[in-house]
C-alpha cells in the first residue's frame, strides 16, 4: 500500500515537473482575458491571452466579477431610515424622561400623603385617650365617676310584646 502511494505521489510530481497538456474542456471560454483571471491549471508558466491548448481548446479562466453599484436611491433611503429611527429613539428616551420625573413626583407626594395619615392618627390617638375625657368631663361639664356598681336590668319578655303592640296601634292610627 505504501509502494502504490508513493509510486502515485512521484506520478503527480512527474506531471506538475513535466508541464503536461491540460485536460480538453468542452467549455468555450473567449481566449482575451486578464492573467488574474486565470485558473491554475498545474503549470509554471503563465499563458498570454491568446494563448490556447494544442488542440485549440481555450484555457479556463475565472468569471470577472462585477461590482454591483449602490444606487443613489438605496443610499437616500438609508439615510433616511437611520435618521427616522434615530429621532424615535430620542423621543422615546425623552418619554422615559419626562415619566420618570411624574413617577418621581407621585411618589414625593404619595410620601406626603403618608406623612399627613400618619400625623392625623397621633392626633385622634391624642384627642381621644381616656384621661383627657374625663378631665374635660370633670372641668367643663362637671361630671364625676359613679361611686356605685352598675346594676343589671332584667325585662320581662311579656312586658316586651305588650309595648311592641302599642307601638303597632299608634303608627297605625297615624296613618
Do not use: C
Request: proline share 5%.
Amino acid at each position: 500500500m505504501q509502494s502504490e502511494t508513493k509510486n502515485l505521489g512521484e506520478v503527480y510530481a512527474a506531471r506538475a515537473m513535466a508541464g503536461s497538456e491540460p485536460s480538453v474542456s468542452t467549455i468555450s471560454i473567449p481566449k482575451i482575458r486578464e492573467a488574474r483571471d486565470m485558473v491554475y491549471n498545474g503549470t509554471d508558466t503563465m499563458p498570454t491571452k491568446e494563448t490556447a491548448t494544442p488542440d485549440d481548446t481555450p484555457l479556463v479562466f475565472n468569471k470577472k466579477q462585477s461590482r454591483r453599484k449602490v444606487s443613489p436611491f438605496t443610499i437616500i433611503l438609508i439615510l433616511l431610515g437611520g435618521a427616522v429611527a434615530s429621532i424615535l429613539y430620542i423621543g422615546n428616551i425623552l418619554a422615559v424622561g419626562r415619566l420618570m420625573a411624574q413617577n418621581n413626583q407621585l411618589q414625593i407626594k404619595h410620601q406626603q400623603i403618608l406623612n399627613g395619615q400618619e400625623l392625623l392618627k397621633a392626633q385622634i390617638d391624642r384627642l381621644s385617650s381616656l384621661d383627657r375625657i374625663q378631665q374635660i368631663a370633670r372641668d367643663q361639664l362637671g361630671l364625676q365617676n359613679s361611686k356605685q356598681l352598675p346594676v343589671w336590668i332584667e325585662i320581662n319578655p311579656e312586658h316586651v310584646n305588650q309595648v311592641e303592640e302599642v307601638l303597632q296601634q299608634q303608627m297605625e292610627h297615624r296613618r
